[in-house]
T-cell receptor
Framework: GQNIDQPTEMTATEGAIVQINCTYQ??????LFWYQQHAGEAPTFLSY????GLEEKGRFSSFLSRSKGYSYLLLKELQMKDSASYLC?????????????FGTGTKLQVIP | DGGITQSPKYLFRKEGQNVTLSCEQN?????MYWYRQDPGQGLRLIYY???????QKGDIAEGYSVSREKKESFPLTVTSAQKNPTAFYLC????????????FGPGTRLTVL
């Protein structure tokens, strides 16, 4: 089975930097996704990490440490439109097939 | 425009009735998925299909059924056997399974009265 942990809620100020952490436990790790989901809308893809290290994509960066079972999403120069839930999802190979399991998500509120 | 569509956005049904949610994609993706999202919980996988005429149960398949007769379409039926069907249902597709990014439809919010 899998266990994925993320903080439930976070608040940050416009223009600031925020780091959203995700820890996981799985036996057949094959990669980790981050998705953004605005309230009532579909999740949209942000990043995919399979190797250790930092992947930067504009204002958003994602980090992975496979040995620690840990990832974070870093959002810089926060904007009001970044208020959303951020979902960590782990790709796991077990039982002969690959499967993506989502965490419960972190609801980020950006305040002026 | 290429994309994945779900209709309707909001759906109301009486308890005891079966209801079918539609999901269509024109991305030429082989794999399609159905998830359910409830407040305070992550997306939970109901069914997925890797290829036409083939599908597998996810974590919470009880009370649901699917078909995959065409590559573009993956309808989900919520049967009267589903004990708590009121939820936000999301359909997704990807080129293949595994590390391929999943692209989500806009979702259908089902309310059973």
């Amino acid at each position: 089975g899998q266990n994925i942990d993320q903080p439930t809620e976070m608040t940050a100020t416009e223009g600031a930097i925020v780091q959203i952490n995700c820890t996981y436990q799985t036996s057949g790790f094959n990669g980790l996704f981050w998705y953004q989901q605005h309230a009532g809308e579909a999740p949209t893809f942000l990043s995919y990490n399979v190797l250790d290290g930092l992947e930067e994509k504009g204002r958003f960066s994602s980090f992975l440490s496979r040995s620690k079972g840990y990832s974070y999403l870093l959002l810089k120069e926060l904007q009001m439109k970044d208020s959303a839930s951020y979902l960590c999802a782990v790709l796991d190979f077990s039982g002969g097939y690959q499967k993506v399991t989502f965490g419960t998500g972190t609801k980020l509120q950006v305040i002026p | 425009d290429g994309g994945i569509t779900q209709s309707p956005k909001y759906l109301f049904r009486k308890e005891g009735q079966n209801v079918t949610l539609s999901c269509e994609q024109n991305l030429n993706h082989d794999a399609m998925y159905w998830y359910r999202q409830d407040p305070g919980q992550g997306l939970r996988l109901i069914y997925y299909s890797q290829i036409v005429n083939d599908f597998q149960k996810g974590d919470i398949a009880e009370g649901y059924s699917v078909s995959r007769e065409k590559k573009e379409s993956f309808p989900l039926t919520v049967t009267s056997a589903q004990k708590n069907p009121t939820a936000f249902y999301l359909c997704a597709s990807s080129i293949g399974t595994g590390s391929d990014t999943q692209y989500f439809g806009p979702g259908t919010r089902l309310t059973v009265l």
